[in-house]
């Protein structure tokens, strides 16, 4: 090769090198890939950039380097609700259901506010949205709020799309109002399917029934709903009282009567905690 040739190339190739320094000093620089067509990368520096491929051994961490990989968690479906609660010595817990209404849930709230006690209520959509100032006192008060569909239907008849409507409906609900979405629940009637265990499973809810029904939806009489929760009273026992639905006069009237009556037996009245595995 002549003399002139060889200064000629090496003009070149110098000349190519400056134009990629250039090039990588304006912040891009054009890389060609087997994948395709030549493309831009973002270089170094305050820009956003873009990692060129990883080489396969990149990929494929040795064993004990990096944190753990986590098990997906599975969503525990029961087949069953929750009837009593386990806990340490002669423990209660009272629900209300319906509600809240303001004819009668202020009055007990007021009654268990003077025996510092905290129980459920299990709150139907329709009647929340319209009384949220309610649910905002039961959290302030360190009562725990249930979700009890947003309009009180038998769920067992609904369509899985219907039954996802009234419960979701009223977590967010009870979410907006309360502050926090409900971790139970409890079906109208106490009518449950694998579909209803199912969708409150996925809304994050567990399923809690009762040991004592009160019949007070029955209008008994107060000393008649007195006599149920004293005969039925026994540790873990959950008692099932409604704060809306109808007259509940006796309801509130029987509370006043059985509540420090309970407490004067050495029972602790409270409200449940779930566990998480």
Known sequence: MKKDQLLT??????????????????GVITVATGDGPAGSVAAAGP???????????????????????????RTLVRREPLLRLSGRGRTMVLTFDDGPDPRYTPAILDTLARYDVRAMFFVCGGM??????????????????????????????????????????TCDVIEDAYGERP??????????????????????????????DTLDWTSPGARFIVDRVENGAAPGVVVLSHDAGGDR??????LRRYLPELLDDGYHVTVPRRQYG
């Open 47 to 73: 820009q956003a950039r873009r990692s060129l491929r990883p080489s396969a051994y990149r990929l494929q961490p040795l064993t004990g380097y990096g944190p753990p990989q986590a098990a997906p968690r």
């Open 128 to 169: 929340a949205a319209g009384h949220r100032e309610l649910l905002a006192r039961m959290a302030e008060e360190g009562h725990v709020v249930g979700n009890h569909t947003w309009s009180h239907p038998l769920l067992t008849r609904l369509t899985r799309r219907r039954i996802r409507t009234e419960m979701e409906r």
């Open 183 to 212: 971790e139970w629940f409890r079906a109208p009637y106490g009518a449950w399917n694998r579909a209803v265990f199912r969708i409150g499973a996925e809304l994050g809810m567990e399923p809690l029934a009762w040991t004592v």
């Open 9 to 26: 190339r090496r003009r070149v190739l110098m000349a190519g090198a400056g134009a990629v320094g250039a090039a990588a000093t304006a």
């Open 249 to 254: 006069s006796q309801s509130v009237r029987a």
